[in-house]
């Protein structure tokens, strides 16, 4: 039996409302970690993010200004400190 217009437009009203939640969690939870010492590397690769967003919504996720403030500050804090957390 064929998908009504309606029950199409419903589902992707739904997915795409759902996709924001998961973006919105990755980016807090990228902040946090960030502001905890954790490199962008590690977040990117921990299985949170990994679990919940494919590479569009990584890439997507990426562009976020409250992460993109949050990566400046500690690139900031890194040059002041002289830490570029090579070892990490």
Do not use: C, W
């Not at 996720?61 to 890194?78: F, G, M, P, T």
Request: charged letters at 35%; a negative charge; hydrophobic letters at 40%.
């Amino acid at each position: 039996m064929p998908e009504s217009a309606l029950r199409r437009a419903i589902r992707d009203i739904l997915q795409d409302f759902t996709s924001d939640i998961l973006e919105e969690r990755a980016v807090n939870f990228m902040v946090r970690g960030l502001r905890q010492g954790r490199s962008l590397g590690t977040l990117l690769q921990d299985p949170y993010i990994k679990n919940r967003l494919d590479e569009d919504k990584i890439a997507h996720v990426l562009e976020n200004d409250e992460l993109i403030k949050a990566i400046e500050s500690e690139i900031s804090q890194a040059f002041e400190k002289s830490d570029f957390k090579f070892n990490e």
